[in-house]
């Protein structure tokens, strides 16, 4: 067994039962808890509050958004970085998540637009799809950021170093390292930072096991367009990869035990789950498969009153945090019951020295939540002091039409006790939709019913993305409903709908000119 790294800490020392007992804390009061609220405050355990992270040695389990940033900041400040990585360099996002999927959406708009155009005069014409050649494409898009955003950041920094395997802790400051070859390896860090990310979850249907059925990743890694495919799941992938195959030339069936994108507004899973059928995808909604079986090509899914025949079978039914293998009790890391470690907003862990971002944490499932956690985490780990504010978070479907949420819904506001005035305004009375002859979906905007305040706005329309950037600066700037009335917005923006939405709650929009002020 070869080490690597410093010394340990010797604030940390372990009892005759195996457990660590915490050093000096980070300041008065209690050291850092496991779940939400105030950070500890900067970690000075080692002297080098005010001292950046120079002559620390960080240690980076995972490669990436989170982790990645989390190592060239702690770089930044002075601190010499490990990082292990037991698979592929890049992590979910570049390799089999973000990238892949919403390239495989823009694929499935270009072909649905080829054969259903807005525009008359425009000729409507089956697209040839050649998935194979598309598939080349995305790898090579998705090697080509992984070498730029990735590899070549670990080849140009001298402060942080890749060494490949599978960690486990063996104490709080110590990590076990082993490679494809069996070989071991000690790694012993001042700190350390878990950014495991997470997998796709698989439920336990009867028979679905026993299947050579699709997950996410396998899915955007097939080269071929199902003839059938059943989609299980109506959340954020589910309905991307579902509409994204259908618009490819396949038969699509949504199966989803609850209502489609269950965490939304209600209003939101309705109107696009209307838009998923006009399409001519099948949605079937309260609906639980009580057994799955494949043979002769064919996969049966047995619901209640029915089977549903397919060619493939796509389960998008949530993702795990990959923590199972780390050795967290070991050390007494503290998770939920879904094994998601839970960390305070300086990002620390309940076990001094420690600290978790990304997916394989209780934080949402978010990339640049991600990033901006790792960044944050850096700082703290070398002497600094930053939280994580997640009080205004925008969340993106990449659906067509897409579908952006911040802040509170209706339904959210209302449960919390909130009094709350609402409006929704459809996209037929935003210029720019009337223009682009996509009129489908709304915005509806939240407020606080006595101050006006804006709470939250739910979007379903073409770029709803860059719709909600807006709403979520507005919120975080606490503006109110006439504030955003009474704003200069752009003529023929998608954005302009927000300002117009924000009208509805003093009068009709419908008897105002198409650029009134």
């Given at each position: 067994?070869?080490?690597i790294?410093s010394?340990p ?8 039962s195996?457990?660590?007992v ?6 008065p009061?209690?050291g ?5 609220g ?5 970690d000075?355990r080692l ?10 040695h960080v240690?980076?389990i995972g490669s990436g ?5 989390a190592?060239?900041?702690?770089a ?12 592929t360099?890049?992590g979910?996002c ?7 999927s919403?390239f495989l ?9 080829q ?5 008359a005069?425009?000729?409507s014409?089956?697209p040839?799809?050649?998935r194979p050649?598309?598939?080349?494409q995305?790898?090579g898009l ?7 955003k990735?590899q070549?950041?670990l080849?140009?920094?001298?402060a ?9 802790f ?7 390292v ?12 001042d700190?350390?930072l878990i ?9 336990p249907i ?5 299947t050579?059925f ?13 003839q059938?495919?059943?989609?299980l ?5 589910g309905?991307?990869?579902?509409q ?9 069936t ?7 994108l ?27 498969p009580?057994?799955?079986a ?8 047995e ?10 079978l ?9 923590t199972?293998?780390l ?7 503290t998770t ?20 978790a971002?990304?997916?394989?944490t209780a934080m ?8 901006a956690a790792g960044?944050?985490?850096a700082t ?6 930053a939280e994580?504010?997640?009080s ?5 479907i ?10 509170l819904?209706e ?16 996209m037929?009375h935003?210029?720019?939709a ?7 979906g709304?915005?509806k905007?939240v407020?606080?019913?006595a ?5 939250g706005a739910q979007?379903v329309?073409?770029e ?6 807006t709403?979520?600066?507005?919120i975080?700037q606490g503006?109110?409903?006439d ?6 917005f ?9 300002k117009?939405c ?5 009068r ?10």
């Amino acid at each position: 067994m070869t080490d690597i790294g410093s010394e340990p800490i010797k604030a940390d020392a372990p009892t005759s039962s195996g457990q660590i007992v915490p050093g000096p804390g980070p300041g008065p009061g209690p050291g850092p808890g496991p779940g939400p609220g105030p950070g500890p405050g900067p970690d000075d355990r080692l002297g080098v509050k005010g001292n950046g992270g120079r002559g620390m040695h960080v240690a980076i389990i995972g490669s990436g958004a989170a982790a990645f940033a989390a190592a060239i900041a702690a770089a930044d400040r002075g601190a010499r970085v490990t990082m292990i990585e037991a698979g592929t360099v890049g992590g979910t996002c570049v390799n089999v998540g973000c990238v892949p999927s919403k390239f495989l959406v823009r694929a499935g708009q270009a072909a649905w637009a080829q054969s259903h155009p807005r525009i008359a005069g425009l000729e409507s014409q089956a697209p040839i799809i050649d998935r194979p050649a598309m598939l080349a494409q995305q790898l090579g898009l998705v090697g080509q950021l992984r070498e730029e955003k990735y590899q070549d950041i670990l080849d140009s920094n001298p402060a942080i170093t890749l060494v490949k395997g599978r960690a486990r802790f063996k104490s709080a400051n110590t990590l076990l390292v082993r490679d494809t070859k069996g070989d071991e390896r000690k790694v012993v860090a001042d700190r350390i930072l878990i950014a495991t990310g997470a997998s796709p979850s698989v439920p336990p249907i009867s028979g679905l096991a026993d299947t050579p059925f699709w997950t996410s990743e396998t899915a955007l890694a097939s080269d071929e367009i199902p003839q059938h495919l059943i989609v299980l799941g109506g959340s954020a992938i589910g309905l991307e990869l579902a509409q994204a195959f259908h618009r490819l030339g396949a038969q699509v069936t949504v199966i989803e035990r609850l209502g489609l994108l269950p965490s939304e507004d209600p209003d939101v899973g309705q109107a696009i789950g209307e838009i998923l059928e006009d399409e001519g995808i099948r949605v079937m909604t309260n609906s639980e498969p009580s057994n799955i079986a494949f043979d002769d090509g064919t996969f049966r899914v047995e619901t209640p009153g029915q089977t549903i025949e397919g060619s493939h079978l796509l389960v998008a039914t949530g993702r795990n945090p990959n923590t199972q293998d780390l050795g967290l009790e070991a050390v007494g890391i503290t998770t939920d019951p879904n094994r998601a470690i839970l960390v305070d907003s300086h990002l620390a862990t309940n076990v001094p020295g420690i600290y978790a971002v990304g997916d394989c944490t209780a934080m949402p499932a978010l990339v640049y939540v991600a990033a901006a956690a790792g960044t944050r985490a850096a700082t703290n780990m070398t002497g600094g002091d930053a939280e994580l504010d997640l009080s205004v978070v925008p969340r993106v479907i990449f659906t067509d039409p897409q579908i952006a949420t911040v802040g509170l819904s209706e339904t959210a506001a209302r449960a919390a006790g909130i009094l709350i005035k609402h409006r929704t305004l459809s996209m037929e009375h935003v210029p720019r939709a009337l223009a682009s002859f996509d009129t489908r979906g709304f915005i509806k905007l939240v407020a606080d019913r006595a101050t006006g305040q804006l709470l939250g706005a739910q979007v379903v329309a073409a770029e709803g993305g860059e719709i909600i950037a807006t709403a979520a600066l507005a919120i975080s700037q606490g503006l109110t409903i006439d504030d955003l009335a009474d704003r200069l917005f752009p003529y023929l923006t998608m954005a302009e709908g927000l300002k117009l939405c924000a009208q509805t709650f003093t009068r009709d929009v419908k008897h105002l000119s198409c650029c009134a002020g």
